[in-house]
């Protein structure tokens, strides 16, 4: 895979190369996009090819959750309105009046994609979409989970 380092991003692919040097086995790949124009694709470190794909768990969350905000702060997005407003393929099997908010706090009862994603799926944003519509609630909304130390 062909790297990409403009100049504005050159620094930070220094540095994930600094980093990767240290004796370590430290890898990173990064892909940045500024106003639809990639401007960073680089790879890091001598354990990962630039076309591999990688697990990021958790990382993206609090990106999520910014652009949420940005979006809510904006006014194009209500987290009191139905989901089935900005993604009409959602609102099917006893999801029809979930809200965005309580999508965002799992409380849709949403669990995941019965058997898992396959492969070839996980790259293919329209396709993924689909499967996550079709996902039925498994408790009704007014019916709240909670759990309990002691």
């Given amino acids: 895979m062909k790297q990409v380092i403009t100049e504005q991003f050159a620094e930070l692919a220094a540095q994930l190369d600094e980093r990767a040097g240290q004796g370590t086995e430290f890898c990173a790949q990064l892909a940045v996009y500024h106003r639809g124009e990639l401007v960073l694709s680089h790879t890091a470190g001598d354990y990962l090819a630039g076309d591999a794909l990688t697990c ?23 987290p009191e309105a139905p989901v089935g407003r900005y993604w009409p393929e959602f609102a099917v099997a006893g999801k029809e009046q979930v809200t965005v908010g309580q999508l965002l706090s799992h409380q849709a009862g949403v ?40």
Avoid: C, N
């Fill in 56 to 78: 990021i768990y958790s990382v993206t969350k609090g990106l999520g959750a910014l652009v949420i905000a940005l979006l809510v702060q904006e006014g194009k997005l209500d």
């Fill in 111 to 150: 669990l995941g994609v019965p058997g898992g994603v396959p492969e070839e799926v996980l790259l293919d944003s329209p396709r993924l979409a689909g499967m996550l519509a079709q996902i039925p609630s498994y408790w009704p909304l007014s019916q709240h989970i909670v759990a309990t130390t002691r």
